[in-house]
């Protein structure tokens, strides 16, 4: 039995003369196939065999380089997929923004794709679902087609609710707080204000607030939520330790370890572009807290900041 999206039905249906079964499922095609090879017919849809191949390399690489993925990983990744025509030449190259594949067809014509990446988070499940693909598909327990499609369901499939995702900047402030012996008034803080913080990055996302400017005012919010709590509600809280728990969710930590890993790998471009990044990130943050300490301490009178 194979799987089939819905648009490929017509075309299949008059390349085969509706010669096989098929049973519906929700948006799916359940075919039998006992003798027709469902990669042939991804080839005649699509163009050719190596073309649905090189649009499935380069799909994964750009989930892998969106979710945060280092460079040499992505690379060995669609380099392992495309040899799966051993006698075609490929080629690939991946920046920080972009990737290239190169497949030479059967005619030695090559077939070349580009994509660019605007896209940036943080996602290693992603990651590890893509390699999943990859390794089924090298070992042909799965057909190039049917990659394509879990491919594009991973990309779409959204692995936890924005509003959860907010919600869980409270339990990590807290927990952060624990780390760094904070008292349960300072727990609580922290989890106050990483609760404040989760609601302006969610409210930044459902607005497409660019991530420099999410961070500056995430960073402001927390900023101005721990030094009021200090000085109205919890007033035995320590600000030092609130903000420092608070803030770990926009630390930059993933991306300054892939950079790391980018250099060492000799991917230089990618790894000083993500350093950067990393910095750029670091720098908003730092600009945001100090922003709300100096409005706070001036609006106040001259209050405690620490």
């Not at 096989?20 to 849809?45: C, M, N």
């Not at 190169?102 to 660019?116: F, K, P, Y």
């Not at 990446?117 to 089924?136: A, F, H, P």
Request: hydrophobic share 45%; glycine share 8%; with cysteine.
């Amino acid at each position: 039995m194979n799987y089939l999206h819905l648009p490929f039905i017509n075309k299949i249906d008059e390349m085969t003369g509706g010669c096989y079964t098929q049973t519906w499922s929700g948006t799916w095609l359940f075919r039998h196939v006992p003798e027709l090879d469902i990669f042939w017919i991804a080839g005649k849809i699509m163009g050719n065999e190596e073309h649905m191949l090189a649009r499935t390399a380069l799909l994964a690489g750009e989930i892998m380089l969106i979710s945060g993925a280092e460079i040499a990983r992505i690379e060995d990744t669609i380099h392992h997929i495309l040899g799966c025509c051993p006698d075609r030449k490929a080629q690939t190259m991946v920046f920080s923004t972009g990737i290239f594949v190169s497949l030479d067809n059967s005619s030695g014509e090559a077939i070349t794709l580009v994509r660019r990446v605007n896209e940036r988070s943080t996602n290693l499940g992603r990651i590890y679902l893509v390699n999943e693909v990859s390794r089924k598909l090298c070992s042909q327990a799965m057909t190039p087609l049917a990659a394509y499609e879990e491919l594009e369901m991973i990309r779409t499939r959204s692995q936890y609710k924005k509003w959860l995702k907010a919600l869980s900047y409270m339990f990590i402030s807290f927990f952060f707080g624990v780390m760094l012996r904070g008292s349960m008034v300072d727990c609580i803080a922290a989890a106050v204000t990483g609760g404040v913080l989760g609601f302006v990055v969610y409210m930044a996302s459902r607005i497409h607030l660019n991530d420099f400017c999410t961070n500056v005012l995430g960073a402001f919010s927390l900023g101005t939520a721990a030094l009021a709590l200090n000085r109205w509600l919890l007033t035995g809280s320590s600000t030092d330790i609130v903000i420092i728990s608070a803030v770990m969710p926009l630390v930059p930590g993933v991306i300054f370890t892939t950079a790391v890993r980018d250099t060492l790998n000799g991917d230089y471009s990618s790894g000083a572009a993500r350093m950067l990044e990393a910095i750029v990130t670091a720098l908003a943050v730092a600009a945001g807290v100090g922003a709300s300490m100096a409005l706070f301490h001036q609006l106040t009178g001259g209050g405690t900041v620490w």
